[in-house]
């Protein structure tokens, strides 16, 4: 192994021509001595000419350190980038006149690094004409909406080599790549002042020994990384190793670095303020390039300007809100007022049908229900909403917000004026079980026979037929406390409508019991109140089977979530426990009424 100041010596010599012993010693930095001693120990070992011209030993020398490749991490969705991420990948931006990615790659090429593999998994497709145009190698790592970026590197363990590390929406405003390096570094600059990046603190060699999340006055992890062969295999082993460990496969793969700083040697390099650009925000994104928003090619942009009158300059992105499993939302401002803005994740068509949305709300609107909805996209479900400061959630324990809930859903079932889409629960049912089983997530022990007694209650009450023996009315069907919100007014307000049609009222009062922790007899005092007036054996037993069937219902929608990869965490079991329990009173029920 060469010690630095050789090696760098002999990369001058490679990359430039020299006269004298003076001007190389200026190129390298050193003193005329220091540079004299070098080139006499380089020429002993055979490295140089007499006129400074590499030899094959010197070739040699410097081989071990040539960068072998370059891996793109473009697998990851970016969510904080909300809202371009959510129509394409960050990496495909296109800043100051340049796709981020496409720049990366022109910088690596233009370095002499030819082999670049380019990790992709959302919107995979969008990255695939790169082979085309640039000739770079596409991996594709299918754990990217599951896992961090390590599960980016476990895929491409195999190109670990000489490599750098680098992520596909970076901007580097010069060329930070050369074609030798040293050993491993991580790019970095100094905060003056506090920050919340991570922090790397050296030893006097330049060695990292310490990192922290947050700092003061440090120099913090920026940009991209390169992994010398040594620390590549070292690497490899403990990620290998480690990965199916809890938490391991949703960290980054700075965490596997971390957990061994001790025998992965990597030093810090300094880079200049204004060098490597991250944008974390559509904000950030806004400084560096002030005209983006301007000519930024986006239809959600393009909505909210027609949906609100006004310009993209007027539209400033506040914060992603929490994903959930039909949707992304983000909360912008325009002119000092709020919205949350919804995109519709494709999948979602499977079992929302948007126009129906529309027509629902405004039926809604009718029977005199707040919705916060100012504009929805009937063919896409791209919707803006009110955002409604400090909202106060409903409680499902307070028995005056309990009473105000059962009287707006009540209003809602008398009043609100018929819509032309039904809940029809047997399709919608066989369209999750479709995917259930295709995924093999049906098969346990009682899938089968939960089933069959759900659709024996569905075909005993009708449900799925247009006329009932009960009546059909316009229903929330997703009518559960997260959707019930009073703002400072005391207002009450009706959220989330993408599940609504024609279908049993008992269907909203189900729903409500299946997301609550609500005992059979608490579910009985609650259709009184509900009702009115106590309630018939006939209409106890049609809510309790009712309740079961929609437990079932979003059993199943649970099932499906995760079948095509989305967690759902507890309520699945919630929704399994409260489907059995109502089945068996439903059935207790009627078997008093009938003995």
């Not at 990851?76 to 790659?105: H, T």
């Not at 949703?250 to 880079?271: F, K, Q, S």
């Not at 301007?294 to 929490?322: G, M, T």
């Amino acid at each position: 192994m060469l010690k630095r100041d050789m090696f760098s010596l002999l990369l001058q010599c490679k990359q430039k021509e020299f006269t004298n012993q003076r001007e190389l010693a200026g190129a390298l930095q050193f003193s005329l001595g220091k540079t004299n001693a070098l080139l006499q120990s380089a020429r002993a070992e055979g490295f140089l000419t007499e006129a400074f011209a590499l030899t094959s030993a010197g070739e040699e020398a410097l081989a071990p350190y040539r960068v072998k490749n370059a891996i793109l991490m473009a697998a990851g969705m970016s969510s904080r980038f909300a809202p371009l991420s959510y129509e394409k990948p960050k990496g495909l931006l296109n800043v100051r006149g340049e796709i981020l990615i496409e720049r990366q790659i022109r910088q690596l090429l233009d370095s002499g690094i030819k082999e670049i593999i380019v990790v992709v998994g959302y919107m995979k497709e969008k990255f695939f004409y790169l082979e085309e145009k640039f000739g770079v190698t596409i991996v594709i790592n299918e754990d990217y909406y599951r896992y961090n970026n390590i599960s980016t590197l476990y895929v491409a363990a195999e190109y670990l080599d000489n490599t750098y590390i680098c992520s596909s929406d970076n901007y580097f405003t010069e060329n930070v790549f050369e074609p030798y390096v040293y050993k491993s570094y991580y790019a970095a600059e100094y905060s003056e002042g506090t920050t919340e990046e991570w922090c790397m603190k050296a030893d006097d060699k330049g060695r990292i020994r310490h990192v922290t999340i947050g700092g003061d006055h440090a120099w913090y992890m920026v940009g991209h990384a390169y992994f010398d062969r040594t620390f590549s295999a070292q690497f490899t082993q403990f990620m290998r190793k480690e990965y199916d460990l809890p938490g391991v496969k949703n960290g980054y793969w700075e965490n596997v670095y971390i957990n061994h700083l001790a025998d992965l040697d990597m030093e810090i390099r300094p880079y200049p303020e204004g060098v490597l650009c991250e944008f974390d925000s559509l904000e950030d994104l806004r400084v560096f390039d002030e005209d983006y928003l301007n000519n930024v090619d986006s239809e959600i942009f393009s909505h909210i300007r027609k949906a609100l009158s006004c310009r993209a300059r007027d539209i400033r992105i506040l914060k992603p809100l929490k994903s959930g499993m039909s949707n992304l939302s983000f909360l912008f401002e325009v002119n000092g007022h709020s919205y949350v803005y919804r995109h519709p994740y494709a999948e979602s068509s499977d079992y929302v049908n948007r126009a129906n949305e529309a027509d629902a709300m405004e039926s809604a609107k009718a029977a005199g229900i707040r919705t916060t909805c100012i504009h929805l996209n009937k063919e896409t479900g791209r919707k803006i909403s009110e955002y409604i400061h400090d909202p106060i959630p409903m409680d499902p324990k307070d028995p005056a917000h309990v009473k105000a809930a059962m009287a707006m859903i009540r209003n809602l079932h008398d009043h609100a004026p018929a819509t032309s889409f039904a809940f029809d629960i047997t399709l919608q049912l066989k369209k999750f079980d479709h995917t259930i089983c295709g995924q093999n997530r049906g098969d346990f022990a009682d899938y089968t026979s939960m089933k069959k007694r759900t659709a024996a209650f569905i075909k005993d009450l009708s449900l799925s037929e247009r006329k009932t023996d009960g009546k059909q009315v316009l229903c929330h069907i997703d009518f559960h406390p997260d959707n019930v919100i009073f703002d400072k007014d005391n207002n009450l307000y009706l959220l989330d409508w993408e599940y609504a049609a024609m279908a049993d009222p008992m269907c909203d009062l189900g729903t409500y019991v299946c997301c609550t922790d609500t005992s059979v007899s608490e579910a009985e005092s609650l259709l009184t109140t509900y009702l009115g007036h106590a309630p018939s054996a006939k209409e106890s037993y049609r809510f309790l089977a009712v309740t079961s069937v929609m437990a079932f219902y979003w059993f199943s929608w649970a099932l499906y979530q995760e079948a095509i990869g989305k967690l759902v965490g507890k309520s699945m079991y919630d929704w399994y426990k409260v489907c059995k329990t109502y089945a068996e009173a439903a059935s207790l029920k009627i078997s008093t009424e009938i003995s």
